[in-house]
């Protein structure tokens, strides 16, 4: 289950940072564009991508993955409500932290059952 926990924390910090985080850190079009049609300053990208690089590094690391787990749930639940802000489409867009928060939250707790324990009292 440790090695099934690594793999999905794997790839969910290659989608954060090289699908997520290296846009906004070039200024890639793909990552102005939407903040613009968010209402969004274009000047907050780079604090997000050095929060989604950030978060991601203190999953990976087991000792920190609870802390960084909860601060990219927050993330996450910043860009659902941006989302439901412009009306976008509920499953692709809206839902897609949840999704990515699922993603992380499994990957952590497969990776190490006590952080379940603690927040759930779940195994004890």
């Not at 978060?55 to 439901?84: C, M, R, S, W």
Request: glycine share 12%; proline share 6%; with cysteine.
């Amino acid at each position: 289950m440790a090695t099934a926990g690594w793999i999905l924390l794997g790839l969910f910090a290659l989608f954060m940072v090289v699908a997520s985080a290296t846009p906004k850190f070039l200024k890639l079009d793909a990552a102005l564009k939407p903040m613009e049609t968010f209402g969004l300053s274009k000047a907050l990208v780079l604090p997000i991508a050095c929060m989604e690089v950030g978060f991601t590094a203190l999953v990976l690391y087991p000792p920190t993955a609870a802390i960084g787990g909860v601060l990219a749930t927050g993330l996450f639940g910043g860009a659902i409500i941006t989302q439901i802000r412009v009306n976008a489409p509920l499953y692709s867009h809206t839902l897609f932290g949840v999704y990515l928060g699922c993603w992380m939250w499994l990957g952590i707790c497969l990776r190490d059952p006590e952080v379940l324990r603690v927040f759930t009292g779940i195994g004890s």
